[in-house]
């Protein structure tokens, strides 16, 4: 090979190696990597969570499955001072059980269950244009990954943004695996201080 194609070779090796490094650093590790619009408007950076025990669910105003938000909120009123929060992502993608604007969903939580904690603006939780914190949560490895089975699909999250359990949407907030595994984690100290 002569030396002008070998220096091409190596450079072109170089430039590969530096993407694959830039991506592999942006590439997310965890839930705090992500951003998400609030129901109010704002765009929030989830690593404003860093330290707090997280539960991410997908909800709708219209399912079966709508009055655990009451048991969503007794256990945000139950854990909050200690560390822990739900966070409401609604979206309408089964049998559009989540129809309302942002506004009447905001609307109907508190009307209906005196609802508190972080709601977000509606998304997409399947398909090619899922919003980038579901892509994300499907594409882990079993038994955290994979597709969504239907709204309230609750995903458990360590203080420093790792996600430990997934519990189906059958499995009510107040259900005692779900509340063990929360006040274990909440025992956990965290290793990183909290995002002002």
Known sequence: ?????????????????????????SDPSSVLDFEAKRLSGPVEPLAK??????????TASKCGFTPQ?????????????????VLGFPSNDFRE?????????????EANYGV?????????VLGDDAHPLYAWLTSRP????????????????????R???RFSPRTTPEAPEVVAAIEKLLAEPSTSPATP
């Open 1 to 25: 090979m002569s030396r002008p194609c070998l220096l091409a070779s190596a450079l072109g090796l170089a430039v590969g190696l530096a993407a694959f490094g830039a991506a592999a650093e």
């Open 163 to 165: 996600v430990v359990e």
């Open 142 to 161: 079993a038994p955290i990954g994979g597709a969504i089975e239907w709204n309230f699909q609750k995903f458990l999250v360590d203080r420093e943004g």
């Open 49 to 58: 969570y860093r330290g707090e025990v997280l539960l991410v669910v997908n």
């Open 97 to 109: 059980q989540e129809p309302g604007s942002d506004a009447e969903i905001g609307e109907f939580c």
């Open 69 to 85: 938000y009451e048991g969503l909120q007794s256990l945000y009123e139950k854990y909050h001072a200690r560390g822990f929060t």
């Open 116 to 124: 508190e904690f972080p709601m977000f603006s509606k998304i997409r």
